[in-house]
Structures are given as C-alpha cells and as structure tokens.
C-alpha cells in the first residue's frame, strides 16, 4: 500500500449504530487531518493531530469521536449520528503541522449515509 | 469570519485557455494552495504560493496578489482530463486551511 488508504469506503448506518473509519498513512508523515466534505460546500477541517497529539477541534460534534494510536493511523469513531451527517470523509497527512508550505496527501475517502 | 470566494462552475474548449478566480479573506495569511480534485477522487496537490507572482509548472500556473486577496489559476492547453473541480484554499494565522467550495471545470470537444 502506498500514500493514504481509507476504510470502509462506503458506509450507511443507522442513527443508533457505532461505527468507526480508519485512516493509514505510508509516507512517514507527522500530521494526520480528517475533513467532511458535503456537496457543493467547502472542506471542513474536523480534527488535527500532530504528533499523536491533537492540536485543533473545530467545534465538532462529540457524536464525532478521534482517535490516533500512533503517527501512522487515525480513527473516526461514530455514534448516535443524524442524517445530516451523511456526507464524504476524509483523511490526509502531511510531513508536519504549523508550517506554510505544508501540502496534504488526501486518502480516498469514505461515503457515509446515514439513514 | 474567514471566506474563500471562487466561481461554482465554469466551461472551456479543449485546446483552450481557463483562468479560475479565487477571493480570499482570512485571519493571517501562510500561503494559498490550489488542488484538483475528480469526481469521486482524492484532492490532489497543483500548487502553493506565498510570495506575490506568478509560478508556472507545465500547462497549469498560479498567480498571487496579497494586497488584493486574490489568486487565479491558469490552465493551457486544456485537455479532456482536466474536467475536475480545482479547489482553493488558504493557510491561515493558526495553519488551518480554509477551503473555497471549489469551480467545477467543464471541458468541451
């Protein structure tokens, strides 16, 4: 495997399930990013971690759960979640965080439904 | 608030010329970024500027004015491939990136 893998790629849930997304990188890097991307809106940066160490939450619902064992995976953990949900999420890496040039590697994403 | 401003859609010929706009207004400011991303893909690295100018790489450029809060992206040549949505977006004073809603790019025979 190389760059950034996601898993599941398709997702549909119920509003009372627990599920997780899972996110690896292959490139060494030292940062880790989720973003939800819903038609037509802008990227929304979720969490960052650096480090393994989280370094920004944008006002994200606690429904939304992160979680980083390691510099290499990231996990978004799912629960009790609303239709509005539903939208594309994403994972990216970059070599370090808090720096200008700092270009993201984004994974495939994972489709989420919520029903 | 922080905004980026880009066109929702635009189109262009095959062989053609495209330039896509991009207004920003952010707390700080550490660099603009364009990526490219097909319908149903990942987001791809095009571009990075900081300094005000124009970079060139290949058929795709990228322009820069702080003062103005503007940036565009230059495609030449268009190609067939090139239909994607081309997102910008901006670096601010924590680091963040702050994303436009991305122009949807149309190419037509």
């Known amino acids: 495997e190389t760059g950034v893998t996601q898993t599941p790629r398709h997702l549909v849930m119920g509003m009372t399930n627990k599920k997780s997304l899972k996110c690896e990188q292959h490139?060494?890097?030292?940062?880790m990013y989720w973003y939800k991307q819903s038609a037509k809106k802008p990227l929304e940066l979720m969490f960052v971690?650096?480090?393994?160490?989280?370094?920004e939450n944008n006002s994200v619902p606690s429904r939304f759960s992160p979680e980083c064992p390691n510099s290499s995976h990231l996990f978004l953990h799912l629960h009790t979640l609303q239709p509005e949900d539903s939208a594309l999420y994403l994972c990216?890496?970059?070599?370090?965080f808090g720096t200008g040039y700092n270009e993201q590697f984004f994974g495939p994403g994972t489709r989420l439904t919520v029903l | 608030g922080q905004n980026i401003d880009q066109p929702t859609e635009m189109t262009a010929t095959e062989g053609a010329i495209v330039q896509i706009n991009c207004t920003y207004q952010?707390?700080?400011?550490?660099?603009l970024f364009w990526y490219q991303q097909h319908a149903g893909e990942a987001p791809t690295f095009l571009s990075y500027?900081?300094l005000d100018g124009l970079e060139e790489k290949g058929r795709f450029s990228s322009f820069l004015s702080r003062s103005k809060g503007y940036s565009y992206l230059l495609l030449k040549e268009l190609q067939m491939k090139d239909s994607a949505s081309y997102l910008c977006a901006v670096s601010d004073s924590n680091y963040q990136l702050i994303w436009g809603a991305g122009t949807k790019l149309i190419i037509k025979p």
């Open positions: 500027n900081v």
């Open positions: 952010t707390s700080g400011f550490n660099g």
């Open positions: 971690y650096s480090l393994e160490e989280r370094v």
């Open positions: 990216a890496s970059s070599h370090t």
């Open positions: 490139l060494g890097h030292n940062a």
